[in-house]
């Protein structure tokens, strides 16, 4: 379907969903049926899937495209219209002012620690998500509007964990980049999506990993649990994603070893069960570190995005 081929049915869905951009299967649904009614359109529940594909086809010129994928925290089917641009990742962020949209074109920067972290945490502290706010923005505007983009699907939030995740939006919106890009993002082994939040096979060395909303479709409370890939024991004890946390704070990292050598051989050592998280350096040290990985001059992908969008 070309431009001129679009009907007046296309159009109006269309220019409904350029102000929400975000929204649910049953929405897309309850959409469709309003503008068929009002264009005077047989509206048929099921045609809906090939009514967006027509309507693909129709605004591919214009680099959008409408996506659909499931939320990791809900398991529900979310729609979004994208800007398959990656170079423009924030044009389409209508409704926030400059100020905040400076704030929002540093978000490439932070997914990029995000996707990089340790563990398969795919997850920002909120302490780093607030280092990296604009010098004109006070504590309490950067956290209203590092809930807005929670609200609107760029960012998740683990309130348990206290780590902004990857939003829905942002899998859809930077779906292909994610996957040329960064070879450590991995797909669910059943629903072939992009995973940042669910569990993982027992086994380090197998590559399985399952959405939470699939690990529950997919294994029988009246059946062995096993892992789909490799066929060993699934034991629903090792995620990725914020829950990854725990497992993270127990295994050490490399900087928590070479810290640990650095006081010496002879420390006496913690017993596991009691524990707690390691913190090696203070909030300045860390925010000056923040400050000194922004001036590397090794740019991530997604940074260089967000410089090109700076201009």
């Given amino acids: 379907m070309n431009r001129s081929s679009m009907t007046n049915t296309h159009r109006a869905f269309l220019q409904?969903?350029?102000a929400t951009q975000l929204f649910t299967e049953d929405e897309a649904h309850d959409l469709y049926r309003r503008v068929c009614e009002a264009t005077q359109v047989p509206y048929h529940e099921e045609r809906l899937l090939d009514f967006m594909a027509d309507l693909n086809r129709g605004i591919d010129k214009y680099d959008l495209e409408f996506r659909k994928a499931a939320n990791e925290d809900t398991g529900e089917i979310c729609w979004a219209l994208v800007n398959t641009n990656g170079d423009r990742i924030a044009q389409y962020a209508t409704g926030y002012s400059s100020q905040e949209l400076q704030y929002f074109k540093k978000i490439p920067g932070q997914?990029?620690?995000m996707i990089r972290s340790e563990h398969e945490l795919y997850a920002?502290?909120?302490i780093q998500a607030l280092n990296d706010s604009p010098t004109t923005m006070t504590r309490v505007q950067t956290e209203a509007l590092l809930n807005r983009f929670v609200t609107?699907?760029?960012?998740?939030?683990?309130s348990s964990h206290g780590q902004y995740g990857?939003?829905?939006?942002t899998l859809l919106e930077l779906q292909t980049l994610l996957k040329d890009e960064y070879s450590m993002i991995k797909e669910c082994t059943l629903c072939m999506d992009t995973i940042s939040k669910g569990e993982r096979c027992d086994?380090?060395?197998c590559d399985a990993r399952l959405h939470y909303h699939c690990a529950r479709?997919?294994?029988r409370p009246d059946a062995p649990h096993k892992?789909?890939?490799?066929q060993k024991p699934w034991s629903h004890a090792m995620h990725i994603g914020p829950q990854a946390t725990a497992a993270a704070a127990t295994t050490p990292s490399t900087a928590t070893r070479t810290h640990r050598h650095s006081q010496g051989h002879n420390q006496p050592s913690t017993p596991a069960s009691s524990q707690a998280p390691v913190v090696l350096i203070d909030e300045d040290e860390e925010e000056e570190q923040v400050k000194q990985e922004e001036d590397e001059e090794d740019i991530s992908p997604l940074r260089r995005s967000s410089k090109r969008l700076r201009h």
């Avoid at 609107?152 to 683990?158: E, I, R």
């Fill in 227 to 230: 892992c789909p890939a490799c």
């Fill in 217 to 219: 479709r997919y294994f």
């Fill in 16 to 18: 409904a969903c350029m």
């Fill in 111 to 113: 997914l990029d620690k």
């Fill in 152 to 158: 609107d699907g760029w960012l998740s939030y683990a």
């Fill in 124 to 126: 920002l502290s909120s």
């Fill in 203 to 205: 086994d380090v060395r």
């Fill in 166 to 169: 990857l939003g829905i939006r």
